[in-house]
């Protein structure tokens, strides 16, 4: 079994900075690509922003230069570094990583439960 938990949403004025973290937990063999997701009310889930175990990122047209995606694989923990937040950032934001439990077995998909962000004045 593998758990992701998400921590760092909250409610921020617009400009303004928050910074997400997902720890991954459990029967961890290696983890490959992580990434960070969202969902706004009445939207389909998004991708915002990915890293693979080399560190290489990528991030949605919406948020380049403004989101930051990190990892530590001591950890197993992957970061989001939000900057100069906007009204149309607010949703709950969900982590993702295809991690493999044993050698012998194929990665998986995991979700995280989600934090909820909210930007508004």
């Known amino acids: 079994q593998v758990q992701l938990v998400e921590s760092g949403g909250g409610l921020v004025q617009p400009g303004g900075s928050l910074k997400l973290s997902c720890a991954a937990s459990g029967s961890i063999f290696s983890i490959n690509l992580m990434g960070w997701y969202r969902q706004a009310p009445g939207k389909q889930r998004e991708s915002v922003a990915a890293i693979s175990s080399g560190g290489s990122p990528n991030y949605a047209d919406s948020v380049k230069g403004r989101f930051t995606i990190s990892r530590d694989n001591a950890k197993n923990t992957v970061y989001l570094q939000m900057n100069s937040l906007k009204p149309e950032d607010t949703a709950v934001y969900y982590c993702?990583?295809?991690?493999?439990?044993?050698?012998?077995?194929?990665?998986?998909?995991?979700w995280g439960q989600g934090t909820q962000v909210t930007v508004s004045s």
């Open positions: 993702n990583a295809d991690v493999k439990t044993s050698w012998r077995l194929p990665r998986s998909n995991y």
